[in-house]
């Protein structure tokens, strides 16, 4: 913990930049969903869906870099940023293996992160510091 608790900028900042990568999908929708979910999908709805899953995901690493260099909002961003990348883990395995092999690794990275940070939040609850 006290690694993670030593380091919390760095590993938000990493994983703000990771996850502001997903501007690429607010700015070629298709292409994101063909290189994230080896589909993609048709039509105005979907284009204005994913263009917005692209700008929320991109505003959820935003956070997480402001987060790394406002501490007193530190514990809400990794929240939130925990919380966001939990229900795309959860949704994407809800499919089995249909998208793993294009999304794997994005579950994985995420996946470390949550770790991650619910290890600090949880230190900082140890401490008695609120989270």
Do not use: Q
């Not at 999908?25 to 999908?41: N, V």
């Not at 709805?45 to 899953?53: G, M, S």
């Not at 949550?114 to 600090?120: G, N, S, W």
Request: charged fraction near 10%.
């Amino acid at each position: 913990m006290t690694w993670i608790a030593a380091n919390i900028r760095w590993i938000m900042l990493v994983a703000g930049a990771l996850t502001c990568t997903m501007i690429y999908a607010a700015i070629a929708p298709h292409a994101a969903l063909r290189a994230t979910f080896g589909e993609t999908l048709d039509g105005p709805v979907a284009e204005i869906v994913v263009r917005n899953w692209g700008v929320l995901i991109t505003l959820i690493g935003a956070m997480l870099i402001y987060g790394a260099f406002h501490a007193p909002v530190r514990a809400l961003v990794l929240a939130v940023a925990a919380a966001s990348k939990i229900v795309f883990i959860g949704l994407v395995l809800a499919h089995g293996g249909r998208f793993l092999g294009s999304a794997g690794i994005a579950i994985a990275i995420d996946a470390v992160l949550v770790v991650l940070f619910i290890a600090y939040l949880a230190g900082l609850r140890r401490r008695g510091i609120p989270a």
